[in-house]
Every structure is written in structure tokens, then in C-alpha cells.
């Protein structure tokens, strides 16, 4: 119901065949059909799939609006070329058709395997049952259809004094700063400026989708999406942005606890760094590193590989001003070890979420990562193509 | 034999029990204790460990010489601060003072480890017998001396017209260009000035080392060290430099086929870069994204996500100009799929040594990087401290 939640808005989710039993479609629409203020950030890696090209083709032709998405997971469309985009504009027409929208108001997203091209006559098959099947019921069903190797639904919705806000996500590899393989979907009934809600969208991803690392790699169709319907009037922006971030916050949570693999959750904050953007940069070499990422999953406490990873970082950094904590207890200080209740160390790294701090002690930067442990699962997951 | 090979040196190697069982500490000195010219490289990593610090300061203040080094393994005596550079110049002093050296030209190395101060009681008790046994045949010992996780000693060697050229190395894993978590001592008998010498091993160490990505991780002790003792006297600096390459291009080869975990050694080629800097940012990219490593411990030919983590190294990337071919059989055109041999690439993934090239169809840019799959026993190897 999450992405329904907000009044104007209804979904639908099926199985159209494209995955051997799972949901592997789903279409959000406006209840008037009319198109809506959209806002939108897509992946940055410049392989980008065709769903995400023609994205950026609509947002741009049409002003930044949307009246309706259609979605299929199991095939990403991408590394399709030319018969791919073809591909993106048919599963568009035809769903714009079906949905009774303008075709320039339609966006596509697909998410999946890379390098196989659409089954197309699957896809054109279900669309009509997925556009007569659209109601404010419908979110679970859609929720379903956008998921790809999760293992579970991603759901959330917060009530607002005057707006309801609603969304779901998919994505648990491929994930590295900046979104890979993740699809979200929000929606709100406040009447919010397309300006605004790009400004409020692009800033709640940054500090949220963006702080994910599973596995160091930028996927080729991420795509995030805040419609607003606009039903309840204007709303209180600073509020607004503040449940987007809440939002996309939980969100990225349910994410990281089911990612590919994953045992283990860390959240690492580096601080101390010469600035923001060294400590983000000193935070991905850590979390991006397989020896740290193995001594998560063995659950050690071995702190000098992430300094390690923080040293070969690029930034500023100074062996004798490093010091590491885990769960709030130091375990080394100016690059050295100290002596802590090793205990206690022991138990907080047993846990499914943990908290890590790495003090490069130089300056005031600071920045947090959501990192993944490594361990025989994800490896499982990814040896074969699924 | 391999580091003793040519005239001049004499190496030793034995048990002092900083390891359970295994050889864990090695001594190379020249035959008549005089310095001669000593090239060397080191990690470029930030949080360099202590020895490495000594053997900059103990270079830049005799000229570029050393008379003997002497090695431990099972700790890199690295993250232990300033009693860990104590500990450094100890045990320098000690091997020194044993050998008959000065303790101005006497170099020191350690890997294992991080963390933890070095057990100085077993090594100072061991290096007088290290001293003792120093002879032309204890090259073997040596190098059995140096290896951590290794399962096999690294050595070569390589007669030239007028000189022989020796060298043998440990490392395994923690290596990402630039030299992670690798020690190399090579040792010649030509008489060769300081600064060829220097030229000569940073090309070297640039073109083969440099090129090996087993973890992307970049360690604190990495050193490489070419020691020309002048016995055989002037020889064709061509020739030897043609020599040194050949013989790091074999111990490299060494490395790579016994990688922490590794069952596949991919030889990566990208060409038609912007320029040979962004094809090697290429591929780095490619040979440290865990989705293309655990496809290649698959033998799963997913060419979309190596082309997709080309995408997102940040250079001139254009999906319709991009093709990638496995084993000399092209498998994607255009950034898409295009027909071809399934089998055949399925049989040449299968073999222990694979080859692909990337071509990004834009200029001249080209490099080769080694690189190395993702299984299950890198994970089992680095998921707890050994």
C-alpha cells in the first residue's frame, strides 16, 4: 500500500513471465491519469540502460512531470544497444496506451540481468491485465514486481501534518554510492514546485541511497522517482524534506539488512578528516575494502586494515592522529594499539548491525557509509548469472 | 638458490617463532659485508609501517646503498606506532651488529600481521644463528623465510651475457597496484650506478608488479629492493633492464597463480582508451569489482558488468563504441550481445589462466592488468587474523 498511501495515486503488480515465478512487473499511475511534478536522479555510470536514457529523454521534453511508470525486474534492458531503446519505447507506448496517458508523459524502469534483450512479446502480453488492475490496493502487488534477487518487500510511509508520504525500493547488489541497481518510487499528495521537489529528492539521496555501499558498484539503471499529487495543497517544505530524508533513510535500512549475502551491517562514520569530502572518500575505500569486509563477516576487530584502506585513500592522513573505536570502545589510538575491554569489543562485533568510527584527527570532516560485510553468500549469489 | 645466485650475496633463513611452524625470518647480505648500490620502491600507502619508514630514512642518508636485510614475517611490526619504529631499529641494529655490517646499511622488513608489536625476544635471540648460517646456498631458506599466507616460495633467475640476475618475493593478497602486502630482493652481479639501478626497478616494478590487482587493497610494508654487488663488473644496461623486467614479469606470474583464494588468473586488457592513464583507471575498475570477480570464479562470461564498471570509472566511456571478447572470441559489439561461439568461451573461461579485452573503441590508450577471481577462499582465508 506504501506507494498508494498518498491520495492520486494507484499501482499495480504482476507476473508477466519474465522470471520463472515471482512478481516481475509493476505500473504506478496517477488516479486522473494526468501527469504530476516528478522529480528524478538516475545512475552516473555513463553504461546506462535504455529505460534510464529514455527517462531522461521525457523529464527533459516534457518539463519534469510523470503520469504514470511501468516497471519490470528480471531484465535489466541494458547493454541492449539500439534494438534496446527500441525496446523502452514500446514497453512505454504500449503501457501508455493500456494506462490511458500521454506517451510523453510516461516513464520506464527495468532492473535485472544486463547483455539479454527484453522478452518483449511477455512484456506487451501482461501490460493490459497490469493497466486494468491499477488501484489504491495495488501497492504491495507493485512493491512486489520491482524486486529483483531481495528477499523481501521495501516499504515505507510516513504521515505528515497536512501530506501523506509514501515510497518503495528494490535493490540489494550492486549497490555502491550513487544508487546502483536500486529503483525507488515515492509519491506524496502535498503540491510541492517540480524545482523543489527535485532540490528535496537529489538531497535526501545524497544522504541516504548514496551513504549505501554493498559491493563497491555503480549499476547501469538506477533510478529514483518523488511524484506529488498535489490532492492536499501546499505543505510545509522544511517538513516535506524532512520526511523524504526519514523516508529514504528507512528505506536504505531495509536495503542494507537485505543485501546479497550480507551478515552484517556496519555503520561506519569517519571524522576528523580535512574535509567532507575526504572523509567520504576515505569511508568508501574502507567499506569497499574486501579485507575489511572479510574481517566483518569474521567478526574481527581488525582495525588496522581499515586504516590501512583509509591510508591509501588519496586524502590526508597521518598514522599518529588515527584512532579506531568499535561501538564506542577505542581499540587503537595514534595508530597503535591501546588496551580495551576486548570482551566487549568481541560481543558488539557479534551483532547484525554494528558501529564503527575511524578519527583521522586532522580537521573537522566528517561523513557516514553504510558498509556490507563479504562472506560466502554474496559470493554464492553472484558466481552465476541468476 | 634464486637470490644468491649472483656472485656476492649470501642469504639465510630459519624458524625463530614468530609463526606456529613455517621459516619466518630471512638474511640477504653481500658476501664481503660492503654496501653496494641498493634500488628500492615502496608502498605508497599513508599508514606506512615502521620498517618501511627506517629503510627511507636508512637510503636517504647513505646514498642509496645496503650491505645486508634482514626480514621477518608473521608480523608487519605496522599500526604499532612509535614502539613499533623502536622495535625497527632494534632489530636492524641487532642483524647489524651479527652480520659484521654497518648499522647505517642495514635494511629491515616485516610483513604479517597489522596491529601487534613484533615478539623482539624470539627475533633477538634468532639473529645471531640467522648470521651464522648466512651462505651462498641459503637462498632457498630465505625465501621460504619471507612468505606469510603464501603457499609456495617465489623464485628466478636469469643468466644475462656478462651478469646473473637473481630475486625472489612473497605476497598473496592485501595487493592492488602498487605493490600491496609484497616484499621482492633481487640481487645482480653486474656493477651497475645507483641511480640505472633506481630506473631500472621502478620501470620494472611499474610494467609487472603494478599490474597485479588481487584485492584492491594497497599494503603498509610493501618494499622491492635490486642490490648490484659489481663483482662481474659493467654490463649492457639494456640488457639488464630487459632482464629485470622479464624476471619481475615472472615472479609477478608467480604471485598471481598463488593469490589468497584464488582459482582463476584473468590477464585484462583494455584498449581504445582516451589515453594509456584512463585505460588503466578502466582496468582497475573492472579487475576490482567484486560482481566481475565472483563471475569469473563463476567462469560465467558476464561481459554487461565488466562493461558496466567501466562506465563508472570516471573516464571517456561511450556504450556504442564499447566491446568485450573472451579468449580472442568477441561476445558484445556496440555495447550490446552479438552472436558468437557459446562454447568456446565457456571452455576457454573454464582454464585457470583466461584472457579478455575490453575495447573502448574511443583512442590509443591501452593497459594490461592481472587480475583475479572472488571465490570462497579468499573469504575463508581473510574472515579471520591467521
Redesign the interface.
Known sequence: MSVTAAEGFVASGLHAGIKARRHDMALLATEDRRPVPCAAVFT?????APPVEHDRAVLAANGGVAAAIVVNSGNAN???????RADAERMGAAAAKAAGVAAGDMLVCSTG?????LPMDKILTAIPSLAGQLSRDGGSDAALGILTTDSVAKEAVIEGSTFTLGGMVKGC??I?P?M?TMLAFLTTDAAVERDVLQRILADAADRTFNTLNV??????NDSAFLLASGRRGPCDVDELADAVHRLCEDLTHQMALDAEGMTKLVRLKVVGAASDAEARAAAKSIA????VK??W??S?P????L??????AGIA????R?SVAYGGIPV?L????IDHDAAAVTEHMKRKEVDIIVDLGLGAGAAQVIGID???G??KE????S
Open positions: 552516473q555510470n555513463k553504461f546506462a541494458a547493454g541492449t544497444g539500439k534494438p534496446g540481468i544486463i547483455g539479454t534483450l547488489g550492486m555502491a550513487n546502483a559491493d563497491g558498484a555503480t549499476s547501469t569497499e575494502n574486501n579485507l572479510c574481517s563477516y569474521g574481527d581488525y582495525w588496522g586494515r586504516l590501512a584502506a583509509a591510508g591509501s592522513f597521518e598514522t599518529e588515527s587503537a595514534a595508530g597503535a594499539p563479504l562472506g560466502p554474496y559470493i553472484n558466481s552465476v548469472t
